[in-house]
């Protein structure tokens, strides 16, 4: 099985900029499609972008152009850069891995935008 350990997240002013970094133990990170998903207070957890085992990617309409997804596989990482971040994306940010039928979890990340 797979180990995910995410890093990163913090206090951010709006307009800025994080990146976050998911590193993966366990298996073969290269064969992963691996994504991004958050979950703010009260909400469900929503998919934000996918990295596929073939190299495409898939963004949720509220980031794309300005979140990207993106993987390390020297370093079995798996990045998401964010930038012009707003207060709506506030939230704890998962990361997962997917072979086949089996998905695996990150503890998440609290990313905070706020003035």
């Known amino acids: 099985q797979v180990q995910l350990v995410e890093s990163g997240g913090g206090l951010v002013q709006p307009g800025g900029s994080l990146r976050l970094s998911c590193a993966a133990s366990?298996?073969?990170?290269?064969?992963?499609?691996m994504g991004w998903y958050r979950q703010a207070p009260g909400k469900q957890r929503d998919l934000v972008a996918r990295?596929?085992?073939?190299?495409?990617?898939w963004y949720a309409d509220s980031v794309k152009g300005l979140f990207t997804i993106s993987r390390d596989n020297a370093n079995n990482t798996v990045y998401l850069q964010m930038n012009s971040l707003k207060p709506d994306d506030t939230a704890v940010y998962y990361c997962?891995?997917?072979?086949?039928?089996?998905?695996?979890w990150g503890q998440g990340t609290q990313v905070t935008v706020s003035s």
């Open positions: 366990g298996g073969i990170f290269s064969t992963y499609s």
């Open positions: 997962d891995a997917v072979l086949g039928s089996a998905n695996y």
């Open positions: 990295l596929s085992y073939g190299g495409s990617t």
